[in-house]
């Protein structure tokens, strides 16, 4: 059997969703609708209902911008998923 020495690689620790919503809001996101139809731009607030006001927002079908919006509400039983693009 061999022996294992520890790891040294550190990691960030990981947080929870609602960790992760609070660390994006003023920062720059991907909206994925359930339609497939993506949202970027600078995530404004959201409520529990996942309910989202953005700014500065393009609208994406297919990777292409198809509109830009100065802001943009998109009703929460519509998000698939949020993604941070930017670093945090």
Do not use: W
């Not at 960790?19 to 731009?41: A, N, P, Q």
């Not at 700014?55 to 698939?80: A, K, M, P, S, W």
């Amino acid at each position: 059997m061999a022996d294992h020495a520890p790891s040294t690689e550190t990691h960030k620790p990981i947080g929870s969703p609602t960790d992760f919503l609070k660390g994006v809001v003023g920062k720059r996101v991907i909206v994925r609708l359930t339609s497939g139809v993506d949202y970027k731009g600078v995530l404004s607030c959201l409520d529990g209902y996942m309910n989202i006001a953005m700014e500065q927002t393009e609208e994406n079908v297919h990777g292409r911008v198809t509109n830009r919006y100065g802001d943009t509400f998109i009703r929460g039983n519509n998000v698939l998923y949020i993604s941070a693009d930017e670093p945090l």
